[in-house]
């Protein structure tokens, strides 16, 4: 049996099921063929769930700390298994959401794993048989897995991934984690809360290796002080597992030394999900960051695109897969589209959170920028004391001879929510002057963008007159 359709994509999660979305409101008939789970890994298996579970390690540590806030709490205990209920729920809400979207919108799901038999041709095999989708434009959003690296006994059964961490039966008492990008943090920090002993170690010299040094320091400080163990510019050599735990071999300048964890967590990174997709039949080689693609998202195959994790440019983050499917969609449909990479924002959920958008201090004046810096911190900002949550700050990079925003890095409390305000103005190019002169609500954390700003012009208000 053949279906036909304008637009047929393979895979449903951030950047599939957008696109079929956009497509479907633009009047084509879509397919949309998912191989696992409606939603893909960030609704089922990564961003949601573990933000569910972050916030549950959020309300624990809260009501730890109640008495500080007039409030007394005589019983409170971990729950795990509500821990595990909260997260399946929100889970079950977001894909019944997206299904319930994607059905209204008239968009064809078939539930298996597509693969080309001709550029314009993917046969499709599932439980019950195989279906055959021709359509007149493709996109290949098929996303990414757990990196897999050469590291002696990675592979054993207590090691686990991002899906083992959660989908634990039962809270380890201590957990090694190796990587300290943002997934390794967020993990580190949520089994720290929930009175794991937790140990990240990062083989480069900062925790956020990606974000300004400004992030990487604040984040190595704060969960250091919350009693993580963080080991930067260190690099595991071996796992040796046993019934009870493991033995983890780590290796920095000074030598060797053995830590000892419960269970190991690999979060080093992310690989696309190139193979058994039928690439050699588009004539297609995917190198290690995925395929390459235009601004168009356009493979170098005609009516051929490829979104999210599994492209080769952008950055592997189920917002900029968004919008990689609305081009895709709106270009494949005759649309003039192109994607803008200037002003893409990075959040790690940790407790603190961190949040990044544009350049790094050090890339702008590789980038050959006069820099002048603006960074002010929580401690001195009104609502920051009303809640109790005063570490970090705020750090804008600018360029000197024009008061342009660069870039913006936050890291305290709602950092996530912050960086909306850095992302809108380095969307706009704005300049310091113009974020000085937008009146800020009081009292807010968003204040201290302002002040950041104001100390970039060498101004700042709210700190003592020297």
């Known amino acids: 049996m053949s279906v036909q359709c304008d637009l047929a994509i393979i895979g449903s999660g951030p950047g599939g099921y957008v696109a079929a979305l956009r497509a479907a409101q633009l009047g084509a008939t879509v397919v949309c063929v998912e191989k696992k789970a409606v939603g893909g890994v960030c609704l089922n298996e990564g961003c949601i769930p573990t933000k569910a579970m972050l916030h549950s390690a959020e309300v624990y540590d809260l009501t730890k700390n109640a008495k500080r806030f007039g409030v007394r709490i005589s019983d409170a205990a971990l729950d795990w298994d509500g821990v595990m209920s909260h997260k399946d729920a929100v889970v079950r809400q977001m894909t019944k959401g997206v299904s319930m979207l994607l059905d209204r919108a008239g968009v064809q799901v078939i539930m298996g794993s597509a693969r080309f038999l001709r550029p314009d041709t993917l046969r499709v095999t599932m439980e019950d048989g195989e279906e055959t989708v021709v359509a007149k434009n493709i996109i290949i959003a098929t996303g990414s897995r757990n990196m897999q690296v050469p590291i002696p006994g990675l592979d054993g059964p207590r090691v686990i991934d991002h899906w083992g961490a959660m989908t634990l039966p039962e809270l380890p008492a201590s957990m090694c984690v190796i990587g300290g990008g943002a997934i390794g943090v967020e993990y580190g920090s949520l089994f720290q809360s929930f009175g794991v002993q937790v140990t990240i170690v990062e083989m480069l010299p900062r925790l956020a290796p990606l974000m300004d040094e400004f992030i990487g320091d604040e984040l190595a400080r704060s969960l250091k002080r919350r009693g993580v163990d963080v080991r930067t510019g260190t690099r595991v050599a071996r796992v040796e597992q046993g019934d009870d735990g493991c033995v983890v071999t780590l290796q920095d300048s000074d030598g060797e030394e053995q830590v000892g964890a419960e269970l190991v967590l690999s979060a080093i990174g992310r690989a696309p999900n190139v193979e058994g997709i039928g690439l050699e039949v588009l004539g297609l080689k995917a190198t290690r960051k995925g395929i390459a693609v235009d601004t168009r998202m356009r493979t170098a195959v005609p009516h051929v695109y490829a979104i999210g994790d599994v492209a080769a440019d952008g950055a592997m983050l189920a917002h900029v897969a968004m919008h990689q499917g609305v081009v895709a969609a709106e270009d494949a449909l005759g649309h003039t589209a192109a994607m803008d990479y200037r002003a ?9 959170e ?11 004046r590789e980038a050959g920028y006069q ?80 002040d950041a700003a104001l100390a970039a012009m060498g101004r700042p208000l709210h700190v003592p007159f020297k």
């Open 371 to 450: 820099v002048v810096i603006g960074s002010f911190g929580f401690r001195p900002n009104g609502k920051a004391a009303a809640i109790g949550d005063k570490d970090g700050g705020v750090k804008i990079v600018a360029d000197e001879e024009t008061g342009a925003v660069l870039g913006v890095h936050v890291i305290g409390p709602h950092a996530s929510d912050l960086i909306l305000e850095g992302t809108m103005a380095m969307s706009l190019e704005a300049t310091l002057e113009e974020i000085e002169s937008t009146i800020h609500p009081h009292p807010t954390l968003g204040e201290v963008l302002h």
């Open 344 to 352: 893409v924002p990075s959040c790690i959920f940790s407790a603190p």
């Open 354 to 364: 961190a949040a990044s958008v544009g350049m790094t201090e050090t890339e702008a």
